[in-house]
């Protein structure tokens, strides 16, 4: 089945405690996204990936970190975590030209205290 | 900074009755338009695209898109109560980034 997968799919932290939310594709999808949704703001583009070892900032980059070692992964990395990034996180995939969209990971609901 | 803008409802139909979504966005180069659906803590799901101006019909959905007045909709025909949920209208950039409206939640009434 294709699929995008998170994990975790919930995860409650303490400011500043380091942390990685992963995400995998059975696609074989050479681009990669990550976003963020809070009320009345809609979904936000944090980081995006084109392919292996090629990775951009999105809209709302700041205190995120991403990597794309491989094709199929594309963790989100949180090194030091505060309140303001609780948040709804999802992971999307694509082929890199087509007319397919983006599929959507279930996402991750994150909460820093 | 492109910008999508929705009108954030809450919007309410009768079952049975067409729901008019509307999105309007900044960046008129833009080429490509998504219509998802988003049950309340799910992830969304793909409606409908459109590339080329003028409507797009796919079952009870049609995708309308006007690239003069910068300006796409979502008409829901004989709306049903699984139909309520949040509608997002995303644009698409040069790189496959998806800007995002903030949704127009739809809640239909049986």
């Known amino acids: 089945e294709a699929q995008v997968t998170q994990n975790p799919r919930y995860l409650i932290t303490v400011t500043g405690k380091k942390l990685t939310v992963t995400c995998s594709q059975n696609m074989n999808h050479e681009y990669m996204s990550w976003y963020r949704q809070d009320p009345g703001l809609g979904l936000r583009q944090i980081y995006y990936s084109m392919n292996v070892e090629v990775t951009d900032k999105g809209d709302v980059p700041e205190g995120y970190k991403v990597s794309r070692k491989e094709k199929r992964n594309f963790p989100l990395i949180l090194e030091s975590p505060s309140p303001n990034q609780t948040s709804l996180y999802f992971c999307a995939s694509s082929p890199r030209t087509g007319d397919e969209t983006q599929y959507f990971g279930p996402g991750t609901r994150l909460l820093v205290l | ?110």
């Open chain 2, 1 to 110: 900074q492109k910008e999508v803008e929705q009108n954030s409802g809450p919007l309410s139909v009768p079952e049975g009755a067409i729901a008019s979504l509307n999105c309007t966005y900044s960046d008129r180069g833009s080429q490509s338009f998504f219509w998802y659906r988003q049950y309340s803590g799910k992830s969304p799901e793909l409606i409908m695209f459109i590339y080329s101006n003028g409507d797009k019909e796919d079952g009870r959905f049609t995708a309308q898109l006007n690239k003069a007045s910068q300006y796409v909709s979502l008409l829901i025909r004989d709306s049903q109560p699984s139909d309520s949920a949040t509608y997002l209208c995303a644009v698409e950039g040069s790189a496959r980034q998806l800007t995002f409206g903030s949704g127009t939640q739809l809640t239909v009434l049986p």
